[in-house]
């Protein structure tokens, strides 16, 4: 990490301005000409550059630039923040909304997937636009956050719907909101009485981390529980700046979880990856996921393949305390997240299980003669918590209320339903 002091452009900026987080959105790098003043661009990089920004926009924390190697290419930090030519290559397999987050938007800038909780997007904005990034259709678009009709809009539907109780607060960046908009949101959340967990999802401890003041913590203090989500990808990310950023949260009650996404040349090694969860969990950060790299446009030089998530998990179980082993994750179009694992069952009988551990042993468990498991005669928990109630998909055979899942856009379905149409 240099010292920003080095770097000429801002050799004789105080201390107090550097450590401003407003100061640091103000003087983020957004053009090749203040690039090169800060890193030594290849002619390759400088070309790529060029071509992107025509497309692409680019903004990079100068935080961000001291963590960058000035004379290396291959700098992991330099990767994901510099655009380069291959961001322009649209593959047969891209698509521009991947999660089909905006198919299932009842309200703009707000997605219900899951039967419990939301996503709210309440800024386009973010310190640093990561070359990764897997909303890339509209990070950036505007630089600013929602308008308060778009909030309220996105509040009164959450009202509206008693069955979601968790909402998670993203973007953009959702620390990129100044603290008093963001008080108003998370206040109006706190007074929908169905809503139990607030989530952030940010990556201001890693690309900004004096965006985590004295007085944001206070504020969020009052909301609780309130649960912060961030991303670092690789360990070079967790500076002294980090760090300190990270312990205010996690002092004032605020759990930190990490999401970390596999990204191509950057950090898709296991010996990487364990000593990035080491350094989370020393910062009481948890392991949450690995994500995969998702199908957005233009980052298909990012994508590892699915085989090398799961090695990377093999290398993690069982070699590494459990609670640092994140859950590695593919997001889907539009069917959510689905995690993957490495097989450790093996085979079954109706009394054994024979599994595997992380070394490869075999090993027996014996199953119970009397395998049924009987709800209590008395028990009416399914009658007052029917959200716990599964409707769809696996669950919901093995609890009884299904006997088949069919696919709807199979020919031999169309026919029967045509034939019923035609007979009614």
């Given at each position: ?38 890193i030594?661009?290849?002619?390759v ?103 308060k ?16 109780n ?8 959702a ?13 109006e ?85 364990k ?58 179009l539009g ?77 031999r ?12």
């Open positions: 990490m240099r010292d920003y002091r080095e770097i000429e452009i801002w050799k004789n900026i105080e201390k107090k301005d550097w450590n401003d987080w407003k100061w640091q959105l103000r003087n983020r790098v957004m053009d090749l000409e203040t690039l090169k003043k800060v030594n661009l290849t002619h990089e400088e070309e790529g550059v060029k071509s992107s920004l025509r497309k692409l926009r680019m903004a990079i924390t100068p935080y961000w630039i001291t963590l960058i190697e000035k004379d290396d290419p291959d700098d992991p930090i330099r990767k994901q923040a510099i655009p380069t030519i291959k961001e322009l290559e649209i593959k047969e397999e891209d698509i521009y909304d991947p999660l089909y987050e905006e198919v299932d938007s009842p309200v703009k800038g707000l997605t219900h997937r899951y039967p419990d909780r939301v996503l709210f997007l309440i800024t386009d904005q973010c310190g640093m636009y990561c070359r990764h990034c897997t909303r890339r259709r509209l990070a950036g678009e505007k630089d600013m956050a929602r308008t009709e778009e909030l309220i809009s996105g509040i009164e539907y959450i009202k509206e719907h008693p069955e979601i968790d909402v998670l607060l993203s973007g953009g960046d620390l990129l909101v100044g603290d008093d908009k963001l008080e108003f949101i998370i206040r959340l706190r007074k929908i009485p169905h809503i139990d967990v607030i989530r952030i999802g940010t990556r201001a401890p890693s690309t900004l981390p004096m965006r985590i003041t004295d007085n944001l913590v206070e504020m969020l203090k009052k909301y609780h529980p309130i649960w912060l989500n961030t991303q670092f990808n690789h360990y070079k990310e967790i500076t002294e700046e980090s760090k300190k950023a990270i312990l205010k949260l996690v002092d004032a009650g605020i759990p930190v979880g990490n999401q970390t996404v596999l990204l191509k040349g950057i950090n898709d090694c296991p010996i990487i990856q000593k990035l969860v080491n350094e989370l969990v020393k910062i009481r950060t948890r392991p949450y996921y690995i994500y995969q790299c998702d199908l957005s446009q233009g980052i298909s030089h990012f994508r590892t393949s699915v085989a090398k998530g799961i090695e990377i998990i093999e290398n993690l179980r069982g070699h590494i305390s459990g609670f640092k082993v994140p859950t590695y994750i593919i997001d889907t069917g959510g997240k689905i995690p993957v694992f490495p097989n450790y069952l093996i085979s079954m009988s109706d009394r054994k299980v024979i599994l595997r551990n992380y070394e490869g042993g075999i090993f027996s468990y014996t199953e119970p003669i009397d395998k049924i498991s009987n709800c209590p005669e008395n028990c009416d928990l399914c009658e007052k918590e029917p959200f716990l109630e599964s409707k769809d998909g696996p669950a919901s055979m093995l609890s009884g209320k299904r006997l088949l899942i069919e696919p709807v856009e199979s020919q379905i169309k026919r029967r339903n045509g034939n019923n149409s035609s007979n009614h």
